[in-house]
């Protein structure tokens, strides 16, 4: 979920196979084009590729992103401004919120005599799976031929952005969307407030338990964090639960493989241990009244050591901390792997009333072809397909952070974001989640509950 600001996770063979191919290789309504149906796109599916705009005639192109942080929406205007230069005929209409924004709005925008050609769409049940059932998307398959990206994008990747036509099944049937960036949620801290304490970067949860202790005590606040827009205590309790679960349990409740309940003990502690946050006064005060770009910007200005984030925000640190940001992913144990939340940014999509899907599709493989992974590196973001000369200067928190990411899907670490689980698990969850740290669910209600919705699912399919 980028920012996650929304996020995105990966599947359960996020093995070196995904690592060598990755590192190697909203809403106001907006005016968009009107008339189409679902009927019409899928006829149009059965049409040839054109992968020339310049021959498509004037068109105004809508487009929806969540690309709201610093180094995102760079790269995508940045992106936006060379297409129209390319190719003056079209003109970009751009819509940008953020995640929250997005997930309350696109499926009414989507739904309308006038949505938008191009959207972000995050993966998993809740939005994707939803709008491919309703027939909003278009599926991608012969774009993704024409345009290679079948063989750029590791399977595994791909795979993320597939749903059967119905919307039940995930992971297979056609494509619907490509992403441009890659992203892991781990612990941003300040390097100087971390040297005062006597204390070097954190590698496991214990270290960065005792790290919080220490901060405390010394009259520092241990972590900055903000959830009024929901989605960050989706971060910060699935950075908990990668090491008191382990990534076999919570691949096995996000993926439905079985074997898995909320009720489980790693996802027990996992409460457990957030609440327990919150009761030490280790993040914020008033935390659930306060959002998570606020708290990054309070971590920015030096008033906390860590900041529980996606490497979404490096764009967004970087310019006020240079190179006293620091980024890492921590590891269940001493001499252990890294596991985390990670693996591609929100899927960039064709809508099913597009009346210019083979402009849209041109579109979007000009945002994730090699240039567009080089235009969203060099404003300080991760592409999913990093370039092979991409090479982060030392020191930066640029640098920790593809350090981190080979760290993590080098290994098998990446692990999904928690609300793909079900059509209805990102409320539940986030619910949940500001309930337990506000001391009104304990935590084993906390798993009830997540485990009601996920029983609920698995009963409806």
């Known amino acids: 979920m980028s920012d996650r600001t929304r996020p995105a996770g990966p599947r359960h063979l996020a093995t070196a196979v995904l690592a060598v191919a990755c590192l190697a290789a909203a809403a106001a309504c907006a005016p968009g084009p009107s008339g189409g149906s679902p009927k019409s796109a899928a006829k149009s599916n059965a049409s040839p590729v054109s992968t ?9 192109l809508t487009e929806w992103d969540q690309n709201t942080d610093t180094g995102t929406n760079a790269s995508t205007a940045a992106l936006n401004k060379a297409f129209m230069e390319k190719y003056p005929n079209v003109t970009i209409k751009r819509v940008s919120r953020s995640f929250s924004d997005l997930k309350t709005t696109l ?16 993966q998993g049940y809740p939005d994707m799976g939803a709008f491919v059932k309703a027939g909003l998307l278009q ?14 994008f590791p399977s595994q990747l791909l795979d993320l952005n597939k749903f059967s036509p119905d919307g039940k099944t995930w992971k297979t049937g056609s494509l619907y969307g490509v992403s441009q960036t890659g992203e892991i949620v781990g612990v941003f801290y300040n390097r100087a407030k971390l040297k005062s304490l006597g204390l070097t970067a954190p590698s496991t949860l214990a270290q960065f338990e005792t790290a919080l202790a220490k901060a405390k005590s010394s009259g520092l606040l241990p972590i900055s964090y903000g959830d009024s827009d929901k989605s960050p205590g989706i971060h910060i309790f699935g950075v908990v639960q990668a090491a008191t679960g382990g990534k076999d349990e919570v691949r096995k409740l996000v993926f439905d493989d079985g074997g898995a309940k909320w009720t489980d003990a790693g996802t027990v502690k996992a409460g457990q241990t957030l609440r327990d946050w919150a009761t030490k006064g280790y993040l914020s005060p008033g935390f659930n009244g306060q959002s998570g770009d606020q708290a990054a910007a309070a971590f920015a200005q030096g008033k906390s050591l860590f900041l529980v984030d996606g490497t979404w925000q490096a764009a967004t640190l970087a310019p006020k901390m240079g190179k006293n940001a620091g980024f890492t992913a921590l590891s269940p144990s001493a001499g252990a792997s890294p596991l985390t939340q990670g693996g ?22 000009f945002l994730v072809d090699q240039n567009g992974m080089r235009a969203s590196a060099d404003n300080g973001n991760l592409p999913a397909l990093p370039p092979a000369d991409y090479k982060p200067a030392a020191g930066t928190v ?6 981190q990411w080979k760290a993590v899907s080098q290994k098998d670490g990446l ?7 079900t059509p209805t698990f990102y409320d539940t969850l986030t619910a949940a989640i500001q ?4 001391g009104q669910l304990t935590p084993q209600k906390f798993g009830e509950t997540l485990q009601s919705d996920y029983s609920s699912f698995q009963q409806s399919k």
Do not use: C, F, M
Not at 52 to 60: C, R
Not at 107 to 122: G, M, R
Not at 435 to 438: H, N, R, S
């Open 52 to 60: 020339d705009p310049a021959t498509a005639g004037k068109v105004t």
């Open 107 to 122: 499926k009414l925008a989507l739904s309308s005599d006038s949505p938008p050609d191009v959207v972000q769409a995050n």
């Open 139 to 152: 599926p991608v398959d012969r774009y993704a031929k024409a345009y290679g990206w079948n063989t750029a």
């Open 344 to 365: 591609e940014g929100l899927a960039w999509a064709v809508t099913s009333k597009s009346e210019h899907p083979d402009v849209a599709a041109a579109y979007i493989n």
């Open 398 to 403: 640029q640098a920790d952070v593809l350090d």
């Open 415 to 421: 692990l999904p974001y928690l609300d793909y689980t």
């Open 435 to 438: 309930e337990l740290t506000a």
